[in-house]
């Protein structure tokens, strides 16, 4: 058996100013041909297919596997040159049996709500409708009808934090090797519920989530499907097709869309359990000092996450903290993208003191720059590699960064921007996030995996950005309504 196999993912954010070009896939992740085959690669969809296919003595042939951080929508030309790259690996493939393909699921460009359906549409245009091809997605992904028409089936994630990429990756290679090897016709129905829900409430350890993954799986122990996905959606797409989904993959057609149908009216049930607490960084100080236990808090300032396509440039918290005087009473660690105060820092060197004005360099529209005088303690190109709560083993390319002391605050300053959500970050430029008081995290939920080793005292903040908690002070044109929680949806029949 030949398979061909590949993977092309980044998640966008439509309320994002900052855009993604080629270069944001070249230098995140980017193989192509048997550049896959390197040793020592990271954790990824990529490894699954390779363990499945080993087992089962199948030949793997690989065309492009890359990956942009997540940002606002994807210049056109930067899909149209993956794009591109894919059908010509794909002309130089020969007698394969099946397609195996990574994506995202949440990737627009400027031009097209969907780029993940391009390239599904590209991929089965290029191999015929003969083929059978089966697809990985984030389950932050937003499943479409052009998805399920080009497609044979549909794995998604089943942790968040992601855990388990590889193991996606591996259920789905079985699946496809399966469904090849016995020509068995695999049956995938989509329902969709019009809710969108914060993300800080899609870990799948806690509730609403791990009950809804229960269902699913007893679901697929009754044999009412083969495999069930939740698609919990990532909030902030603006586009037509939005919604949460249930993606059931089944032998049996009317079992299948029975399954599915069940379980999307559960998570339409249970809607309002999505709710979160937000708190002002002012108000999370303020249970340090009610508190006053050992060990960190950890904030979440996810409304300028870069995994979620904010551009990590926001001041809003540090802002906050300096007009409170953490400066002279916690220990806080922060980062921030802004490359022009990085590199100044750096050729200022490590122990200059200087004022600059940081922050707000790309979102322009949502702050200010803020000017701030501290010591350069840290300045040099930086390189760290996740631990499990991401990608495990890859590494991350701040580029130029400078670490500013402001009294008890340590200021990362980065060139690039990158998943925050890993300790590893603070701790390649020499910072222990175990020793502070408040450690800052851009990230919704993905950080929990690594932090929560750390503490138990998590606070999800009300600030500005593009990836903001607070849905409602985002400003939807495109989705269809009603859509909860903007609507009144107690009448909604999901059918």
């Given amino acids: 058996m030949r398979i061909v196999v590949g993977g092309i993912l980044q998640e966008s954010n439509t309320f994002s100013t900052k855009p993604s070009t080629i270069e944001d896939f070249y230098r995140y992740f980017y193989l192509v041909g048997n550049e896959l085959n390197k040793p020592n690669l990271a954790e990824n969809e990529w490894s699954g297919f390779k363990k499945a296919a080993e087992e089962q003595g199948v030949t793997l042939l690989p065309t492009l596997y890359t990956q942009a951080v997540s940002s606002g929508p994807v210049r056109r030309e930067a899909l149209d040159t993956l794009k591109q790259t894919l059908l010509t690996m794909l002309d130089q493939a020969e007698d394969y049996d099946g397609v195996l393909f990574a994506m995202h699921g949440a990737w627009v460009t400027e031009d097209s709500e969907s780029a993940d359906n391009e390239i599904i549409t590209a991929i089965r245009n290029k191999v015929g409708r003969t083929i059978p091809i089966v697809i990985t997605l984030d389950s932050h992904a937003n499943?479409?009808?052009?998805?399920?028409?080009?497609?044979?089936?549909?794995?998604?994630?089943?942790?968040?934090?992601?855990?388990?990429?590889?193991?996606?990756?591996?259920?789905?290679?079985?699946?496809?090797?399966?469904?090849?090897?016995?020509?068995?016709?695999?049956?995938t129905v989509l329902k969709k519920a019009p809710m969108i829900v914060q993300a800080e409430k899609h870990t799948t350890y806690l509730e609403p989530m791990v009950s809804l993954w229960d269902e699913a799986k007893a679901g697929e122990a009754r044999a009412d499907s083969v495999m069930t996905s939740l698609f919990a959606v990532q909030p902030w797409l603006d586009v037509k097709e939005m919604g949460f989904s249930v993606v059931v993959?089944?032998?049996?057609?009317?079992?299948?869309?029975?399954?599915?149908?069940?379980?999307?009216?559960?998570?339409?049930?249970?809607?309002?359990?999505?709710?979160?607490?937000?708190?002002?960084?002012?108000?999370?100080?303020?249970?340090?000092?009610?508190?006053?236990?050992?060990?960190?808090?950890?904030?979440?300032?996810?409304?300028?996450?870069?995994?979620?396509?904010?551009?990590?440039?926001?001041?809003?918290?540090?802002?906050?903290?300096?007009?409170?005087?953490?400066?002279?009473?916690?220990?806080?660690?922060?980062?921030?993208?802004?490359?022009?105060?990085?590199?100044?820092?750096?050729?200022?060197?490590?122990?200059?003191?200087?004022?600059?004005?940081?922050?707000?360099?790309?979102?322009?529209?949502?702050?200010?720059?803020?000017?701030?005088?501290?010591?350069?303690?840290?300045?040099?190109?930086?390189?760290?590699?996740?631990?499990?709560?991401?990608?495990?083993?890859?590494?991350?390319?701040?580029?130029?960064?400078?670490?500013?002391?402001?009294?008890?605050?340590?200021?990362?300053?980065?060139?690039?921007?990158?998943?925050?959500?890993?300790?590893?970050?603070?701790?390649?430029?020499?910072?222990?996030?175990?020793?502070?008081?408040?450690?800052?995290?851009?990230?919704?939920?993905?950080?929990?995996?690594?932090?929560?080793?750390?503490?138990?005292?998590?606070?999800?903040?009300?600030?500005?950005?593009?990836?903001?908690?607070?849905?409602?002070?985002?400003?939807?044109?495109?989705i269809p309504r009603p859509m909860y929680p903007f609507d009144e949806t107690a009448d909604i029949v999901l059918k």
């Fill in 249 to 478: 993959v089944g032998e049996d057609l009317h079992k299948a869309e029975a399954e599915a149908q069940r379980l999307i009216e559960l998570v339409w049930s249970r809607r309002k359990e999505f709710e979160i607490d937000l708190y002002s960084p002012s108000q999370v100080l303020a249970k340090l000092a009610e508190e006053q236990l050992p060990g960190p808090v950890v904030a979440s300032d996810s409304a300028d996450s870069p995994g979620a396509g904010s551009s990590g440039d926001s001041n809003a918290v540090l802002r906050e903290l300096l007009s409170s005087g953490a400066d002279q009473n916690y220990r806080c660690l922060l980062s921030m993208v802004d490359a022009v105060s990085a590199r100044s820092a750096h050729e200022a060197g490590v122990g200059s003191r200087l004022k600059l004005r940081v922050g707000h360099t790309l979102s322009t529209t949502t702050g200010s720059p803020l000017e701030i005088e501290g010591d350069v303690v840290y300045s040099g190109n930086t390189k760290f590699r996740f631990g499990g709560g991401m990608v495990a083993n890859l590494e991350a390319n701040m580029g130029m960064c400078a670490v500013i002391q402001i009294g008890k605050i340590s200021l990362l300053l980065m060139e690039n921007p990158t998943f925050t959500g890993d300790p590893a970050m603070y701790r390649s430029v020499g910072l222990e996030p175990s020793d502070a008081d408040f450690v800052l995290v851009k990230s919704a939920a993905q950080f929990r995996a690594e932090y929560e080793k750390l503490t138990d005292r998590i606070y999800i903040l009300d600030t500005p950005g593009a990836s903001t908690a607070n849905l409602k002070s985002l400003t939807f044109v495109n």
């Fill in 143 to 187: 499943i479409t009808k052009a998805m399920l028409d080009n497609v044979d089936a549909i794995v998604g994630y089943q942790t968040f934090p992601h855990i388990d990429y590889a193991s996606t990756a591996y259920r789905a290679a079985t699946l496809l090797f399966d469904a090849i090897q016995t020509n068995k016709k695999l049956h």
